[in-house]
């Protein structure tokens, strides 16, 4: 699905600002941002905890210069499904939180007039959702003392109020969390364009469209200049001398091409870059790239988990301050501007699903796959074109290792898929937890190893020396898998300002010497192609007897101030890019 773009011919009405809201039929409208999470939005701890169906309003107007034009609705992700009512009339409904859909508007409602726009949005999760969450069921963290009866009584209540907890360690922000804009094309249009780069210059594309009409593509360097040009549905052009797209510290070049189609006008932006995997080594362009920036969150005070592009412009900066040139989009995929800024940035993106949470062997029972395999290609067809993109992650962290075969055929045919539907053909990874590794198929099966690994801290707790041996054992198994490795999440909860000479667990010393004491260990190895620390900054969560106002394993607080262990990767990366160490 085209990213929306107003030209010459195409036009957009942002529809962002404050809207009407309430959180059930009987309550009066309020007023609410959009787009934003609205869970912070408001004091009423209802606003935090709710779960179920919630309720937005607002009105506009289609411009009557609209008229003769395809005019509808861009909504870039609604959390976790919604349904979408035109003057009182069901127009839509949209399964999955993270993904764009539109609603087309004509026959509904006519250029000129005024419009009634209602979007019902429900925040449950459960077996059949991505995320997966539970029903009136367990929590992430915590114990659930099974058979005591007042404790069980406990949760009986709980279920009949309606609760409902995430399986995954992240707050379950919902609403219009991204933009909803009104588009219009002309009515005969361009819907979808394929790029497919290759380091020769010798540029395959595919253009799909609505209706009749002659296509012909220019296609322009950074500077304006036209390099190339084509005609045609499918076919190639030729770039001669191409600059290629690097990840940072090299240029992240990008080209443009200006496709008409009858009376439509998209420009596609792309870049050339080649992703290869070579025995141990991961390619970008032919050279080895390792990986090294920590995993994020979509996560903010405030907006929650609501596109905030200041907020996103901060977070690149601060990944070249730290000298990153990585991140994964854990564990959703997050907004499309992100994508693009950091095709211009060069910041490298492993992109996953919003499959999180399958960590009980039961999930594998539900009938979660055809829903999944949808996700999946609806990620590879909206995010397939930028450069930035060079791993598609199928999901962090499910029980892999006590049904191994059982994993293994839920997870293999998606992988597959992934390779079918990628135009690029990119590596295919699974993120995978803790586990007894021996025992696990479908890890180890993919083209990319993500392992997350927390030594020293979930496990032998505290004790720096022990973790470094058992931790050096597990690498002793990877090393003959002739496999590359990328250390996916490894960290630390540490609380900003607590200081223990010792060091003890959730200091900042801590937080150094545990990565000092792993790091250490990947530099002996070759076949590591990545450390990405949990997490850049810390995030919410639910609440839970191990989190102290939400999980605080970031290198930086939530409102992005350095933690000592900023400053440590920062010498780290600069050196390791060969870079000078930044004083300040
Ligand atoms: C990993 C999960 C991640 C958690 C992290 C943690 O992939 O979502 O936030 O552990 O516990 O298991 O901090």
Known sequence: MLYPQSNSVRTILDLSGIWSFRLSQDKAWQNIAVPASYNDQSPDPEFRNHAGLAWYRTRFTIPALLKGQRIFLRFDAVTHSARIFINGQEAAAHRGGFLPFEVDLNGLAEPGSEVLLEVEVDNRINHSTLPIGTEGGTAFFGSDNPGITAVEAGKRRQQEKGINLPAFDFFNYAGINRPVRLCSTPLSYIE???????????????????????????????????????????????????????????????????????????????????VRIEGTQFLINGKPFHFHGPCKHEDSPFHGRGLDQCLNMTDINLYHWLGANCFRTSHYPYAEEMYSLCDREGIVIVNETPAVGMWADEHYGWDLAPYHAEVLKALIRRDKNHPSVVVWSLGNEPSTDAMPDKAYDYWWPLYQLAHETDPQNRPVTLVGCQNIYEKDRIIPAMDIVFINRYYGWYNLSGDLETARYAFR??????????????????????????????PDMFSEEFQVAYYETINACLDERPFIVGEMPWNYADFSTCQGPMRVGGNRKGLFTRDRRPKMAAHYFRKRWHLMEGKSIPEH
């Open 473 to 502: 054992m597990e690498l002793d198994w990877w090393a003959d898998k002739g496999k590359p490795i990328v250390l996916s999440e490894y960290g630390a909860d540490t609380i900003a300002g607590l200081h223990s000479a010792a």
């Open 192 to 274: 979808d364009v394929t790029i497919l780069p290759a380091l020769s210059g010798d540029i395959r594309y595919c253009v799909e469209t609505v209706g009749s009409g002659d296509i012909t593509i220019d296609v322009f360097d950074a500077d304006g200049q036209k390099v190339a040009s084509a005609s045609g549905a499918e076919g190639h052009f030729q770039i001669s001398q191409p600059h290629l797209w690097e990840p940072w510290p090299g240029t992240p070049y990008l080209y443009t091409a200006r496709i008409h189609f009858g009376g439509d006008v998209y420009d596609q932006s792309f870049g050339i870059r080649e």
